[in-house]
């Protein structure tokens, strides 16, 4: 009888999602700049030092920004983000939109044969970024739930209600801001979205539909070499930017493309 393997440990990570704006509109030695400075300005933080030096902290480049996921307290990326947030008054070119939220993350092996990590935590992570603009720190219902708890964190707290995000989901989000640091704003997505009556987008006195487009799921020729991370990764990472560009209605559909 063969043995039985252990599931693999599920363990709640508290993940901060940093979004360079407008990244994909530059050069490429601009980008790079941009990334570079972002890299300084994270590695300077203290919740980022701390969390390191305690082995509480993976961090995962995701082409226009990074996701750190602490290990250690749903405080940490909050006071991450708002460190990131003072040390951008001293770099007005790079301009930041950031989401926190708390979840449920698995270790993965890449496509490179290293250790990563994957699952809910980090993509509520990125939804909860995705309705944000630059300067906005957003985190998820469930984050401010745990800060609300504290009188300190209670008055930087304000409640902006669902935000509808990919494939129709809604979540509730929660923006972050002091006299000094974040932005009170309302994220253009939620004002978009409470324009809209019935799924129908109201330009002037005449109603216009959006268009829908689909997007398949990646998939490899030869199944032995398939990393699913990985493809959905693509997947949403393709939606991200083609809704951001185009304005339009995009979702994943089952299939591959190829």
């Known amino acids: 009888m063969s043995e039985l393997k252990s599931d693999p440990q599920l363990e709640i990570a508290h993940v901060l999602f940093i979004d360079i704006v407008g990244s994909s509109k530059l050069l490429t030695n601009e980008q790079s700049e941009l990334l570079r400075g972002l890299n300084q300005i994270v590695r ?14 993976i961090r995962l480049p995701t082409g226009d920004g990074m996701a750190l996921a602490f290990f250690s307290s749903p405080e940490a990326p909050v006071r991450c983000a708002l460190e990131i947030s003072k040390a951008l008054q001293n770099y007005p070119k790079l301009q930041l939109r950031m989401g926190v939220h708390s979840g449920p993350v698995d270790a993965v092996v890449d496509v490179n044969d290293r250790s990563n990590i994957a699952g809910a935590g980090i993509s509520m992570a990125q939804r909860v970024m ?12 469930r984050i401010a739930e745990d800060l609300a708890q504290y009188s300190k964190w209670q008055p930087h707290l304000h409640d902006l209600g669902e935000c509808e995000v990919k494939h129709g989901a809604k979540i509730d989000i929660v923006n972050v801001y002091t006299d000094e640091l974040g932005n009170p704003a309302t994220p253009d997505k939620l004002k978009q979205q409470r ?7 109201t330009i002037g006195s005449k109603p216009q539909r959006k268009k829908r487009i689909a997007v398949l799921p990646f998939k490899p020729l030869s199944p032995e070499n398939r990393d699913q991370a990985l493809e959905l990764g693509m997947a949403d990472a393709l ?3 083609l809704s951001d560009q185009c304005g339009q209605w995009f979702f994943a559909l089952g299939g591959h493309i190829r």
Do not use: M, N
Not at 45 to 57: P, S
């Open 239 to 241: 939606i991200t930017k």
């Open 130 to 141: 995705d309705c944000a603009d630059a300067g906005h720190i957003l985190i998820s219902k």
């Open 195 to 201: 324009g809209k009556t019935g799924g129908v987008e």
């Open 44 to 57: 300077s933080t203290e919740q980022f030092r701390a969390a390191e030096a305690a082995g509480k902290l």
